[in-house]
Structures are given as C-alpha cells and as structure tokens.
C-alpha cells in the first residue's frame, strides 16, 4: 500500500475504532508497515482483527502479520484450485530418443495387436463353441 491508501485505511480504521488516532507521524508508521501488503489484504486482515479480538486496538505490526497470513491463505486456496504443471524430464530417455521411441511403441503396439489377434482365435471367437463338431 501506498502512503495515499494508507492514510484512507487509517481514517477509516480511526472511525471504526476511536483508540486508533490518525495523525501524520501514525499514518507514516502504518504505510512503512504495510507497504508490502494490499489493500484488500490489509481490510481483511483488520476485520478478522476486530472479529477475533475486539478489546484490543489494532496496530500496524499485529495487521501487518495478519495481513500477510490473508496473502498466504489466498495463496494457498488459489494453488489448491490450480491443476498441477505436468512435468516433463528433459533428461529422461524418451525425450532424448524421440525417434527410437516411436519406433518402439510402434512395434509394440503391432506385436500387442498380434498377441489379441492369435488369442481372440484361440478362444473361439469366429463364433463356434469349443467342443462343438463342426
């Protein structure tokens, strides 16, 4: 946050809560404290503030650290959301013999179509029974 969204944050925390003052020297402390964190971040973390534990004001370093776990809990819920990154060994064999692999998977995909071929045959699968005289 900057020092102009800081000095709004504080007024309006000033208005929710009277043992917060706003003067010049506060506003300057707060912006250094939340510079890091955003706006939405920082609201957030002062109404869990004031939700949890209204008989204590709120400071710029207790909203700073609760502001910084919002942005850890946003974080994780987007990452939670988020299919994972297929991952992709560059050093792995297939990506250093493309050409010898599909070679290979060609030959096994015509030695397992023969393998299904003798073994549909063997199971009777031209439609007579086994045991049937023909």
């Known amino acids: 946050m900057d020092l102009q969204e800081t000095i709004l944050m504080l007024r309006w ?3 929710v ?4 003052i706003f003067t010049e020297p506060a506003a300057e402390m707060w912006a250094h404290a939340l510079a890091p964190i955003e706006a939405s971040e920082a609201k957030q973390a002062i109404l869990d503030h004031y939700r949890t534990n209204d ?3 709120a400071t710029h370093a207790g909203i700073r650290k609760r502001a910084l776990a919002v942005r850890d809990t946003r974080e994780a819920q987007q990452r ?3 299919p994972p990154k297929a ?5 792995s064999w297939r990506a250093r013999n493309p050409e ?6 060609e030959e096994g995909r015509q030695q397992g179509n023969a393998e299904r071929a003798r073994n549909g045959r063997a199971s009777g699968s031209s439609g007579a029974r086994v045991g049937d005289a023909a």
Not at 17 to 20: E, K, L, Q
Not at 87 to 91: A, D, Q
Not at 100 to 105: G, N, P, V, Y
């Open 17 to 20: 809560d009277a043992r917060v």
């Open 13 to 15: 925390l000033s208005n």
């Open 55 to 57: 008989q204590f004001p």
């Open 80 to 82: 939670a959301i988020e």
């Open 100 to 105: 010898e692999w599909d070679r290979l998977f």
């Open 87 to 91: 991952y992709k060994n560059p050093l």
